[in-house]
């Protein structure tokens, strides 16, 4: 498994609940594009409507050497799920305050994946206290390589 992109501050700005892999339907010129690690996922999201999983807001940037063909680099893309997952996301999403986001995108043999998310989002005050105890094991560390060393 080769990771292309992850968005970290998935992890910083919600609550992880549960994940799903996914594929998703690219163009050869995306694929080739994504190879070179051209992805962006950090403000993307993902919907569900009609039956169908979509990403939005996933940039691509378009492959240089293209020649005819070239898709948005913001296009709706549709994920590949199966129907049971669709339903479970779907109706959890409706529900107040969750939301579906990719959180990797990497390539599993020879296929593109996406790992989702369907997460909670975090107040202020729980981002302080992520950052506070990210701190407190930074010191604790330091203390003891420190204390190691001796």
Same mark, same amino acid.
């Given at each position: 498994?080769?990771?292309?992109?992850?968005?970290?501050?998935?992890?910083?700005?919600?609550?992880?609940?549960?994940?799903?892999? !996914?594929? %998703?339907?690219?163009? #050869? $010129?995306?694929?080739?594009?994504?190879?070179?690690?051209? &992805?962006?996922?950090?403000?993307? =999201?993902?919907?569900?409507?009609?039956?169908?999983?979509?990403?939005?807001?996933?940039?691509?940037?378009?492959?240089?050497?293209?020649?005819?063909?070239?898709?948005?680099?913001?296009?709706?893309?549709?994920?590949?799920?199966?129907? !049971?997952? %669709?339903?479970?996301? #779907? $109706?959890?999403?409706?529900?107040?305050?969750?939301?579906? &986001?990719?959180?990797?995108?990497? =390539?599993?043999?020879?296929?593109?994946?996406?790992?989702?998310?369907?997460?909670?989002?975090?107040?202020?005050?729980?981002?302080?206290?992520?950052?506070?105890?990210?701190?407190?094991?930074?010191?604790?560390?330091?203390?003891?390589?420190?204390?190691?060393?001796?």
């Amino acid at each position: 498994m080769k990771i292309i992109a992850t968005n970290k501050k998935a992890y910083f700005n919600y609550f992880i609940e549960d994940t799903f892999e !996914a594929g %998703i339907m690219l163009t #050869g $010129s995306e694929v080739k594009s994504l190879r070179g690690g051209n &992805i962006n996922i950090n403000d993307s =999201f993902v919907q569900v409507r009609d039956g169908e999983a979509t990403i939005k807001n996933m940039h691509i940037a378009p492959y240089e050497k293209a020649a005819e063909f070239i898709p948005e680099s913001r296009r709706t893309r549709k994920l590949l799920l199966n129907k !049971a997952e %669709i339903l479970k996301l #779907g $109706s959890k999403a409706s529900e107040q305050g969750y939301s579906i &986001i990719p959180t990797k995108v990497y =390539f599993k043999g020879e296929f593109i994946k996406i790992e989702i998310a369907l997460c909670k989002g975090k107040k202020l005050y729980d981002k302080r206290d992520d950052l506070q105890k990210k701190d407190i094991k930074r010191e604790t560390d330091r203390e003891i390589k420190n204390l190691s060393a001796y």
